[in-house]
């Protein structure tokens, strides 16, 4: 049996039979007390505060803790994972900050994970970590009025992400604390993502300082856990067996209704 662990919901890949600002009542109504997102305003850096009030009055009003929200990644649904890495976007990933601490204001985020951004055909490799480490650092700064973590993720697709694994995102986020003096980026750990590009997700020990945030789904699928190759609760147990005390997202993408799905899940933890 998988150990007692805080199960998070992510919204932007559960209950999407719903409309967005109903997900956090649905996910309350199958038991999570927390919820995630990606950026809940895709596309737009700069929502209005009318847009913003709904989202936050979406989340109070089912009782539920947002713990986790993307930073502005661009159009995820066109394609884009990010633009923390692109020059030609950052006043767009600034000024998007501003709605970021709104939210985490008044409904006490602290964890905010800033996607890095596709490879950019004819810049220099160099020149888009510079852009990162700079937007990062930038990140980090304006989220420490508020006393959040900015979280860094590898990805397994699409190919032309760079931070595909574990030591990707520690070696970014160890130049980022050098660079700022202060501590305050972590590490979001991907177990899907981790184990379709080969490596072990479970992390040793120096790696685990790093972990802040965990999100699970079964490969090779990425659907619900019980649906696939069943690694997800003996990495959970190994996880935390290894020491680590934070929330555990779901992130998957049902095979069925997300509430069938969700008991699979269940019943898949109790085997």
Known sequence: MTPHVRWVANLSMLFTELPLLDRPAAARAEGFDEVEMWWPFDGRATPSPEEVDRLVESVLSSGTTLTAMNLYAGTMSRGDRGVLSHPGHVEEFHASLD??????????????????????DGLPEFQQRQTALQSLAHAAARLREVGGTVLVEPLSSPPDYPLRSATDATELIDAVRTLTGHPDVGLLLDQFHLESNGHDPVPDTPTLGYVRHVQVAEPPHRGEPGSGAGRVPSFVADLVASGYRGAVALEYQPTTTTVESLRTWRRHLME
């Open 99 to 120: 709605t970021a601490l709104a939210i985490a204001r008044r409904l006490g985020t602290r964890l905010f994970n800033a996607p890095y951004g596709l490879r950019l």
